[in-house]
């Protein structure tokens, strides 16, 4: 059995990612109108409006996270996600795949067990010539299981 080929491959700014933030943010903005249409201003719809907003600034920000995500032929690394951390190894789950993006969880192997999964969104858009070969490694089995 061939093992997947190395592949390294940007993570961020995913079309679908952008599509769906922003298609989530429209309807809460639709039954915010209708709600405010219907009903006078009240502390429930101030409350709401606020979370709306509060959403849409974090779902704003994850747009941007930019890194690589890098398999070797045996192990993931996540390098340069922007923030303070460092580079770390880890595992992929599949949560998500539309064939032209994929939803991945990123399990970090750290040797702490309250290590905290991270969210990836990648897009065929951002390296369409290795994209194949990310499918591939995302859905390579280990020789473990």
Known sequence: MHSAPSVSYPVGRCAFQRGCWLGLLLCALVVLG??????PFNVAMACSGLCTVTAAVLGW???HRIGTLSWNGQVWCLHGRGDAWEDELGMLQ???DVQEALLLRWQPASDTL??????LWLGVEQSPACWQDLRRAV???SEMY
Do not use: N, T
Request: glycine content about 0%; cysteine-free; charged content about 10%.
């Open 34 to 39: 209708i709600w405010s249409y219907q009903k």
């Open 139 to 141: 859905y390579q089995r």
């Open 61 to 63: 920000a994850s747009l």
């Open 114 to 119: 309250h290590a905290q999964p991270v969210w």
């Open 94 to 96: 599949v949560v998500l």
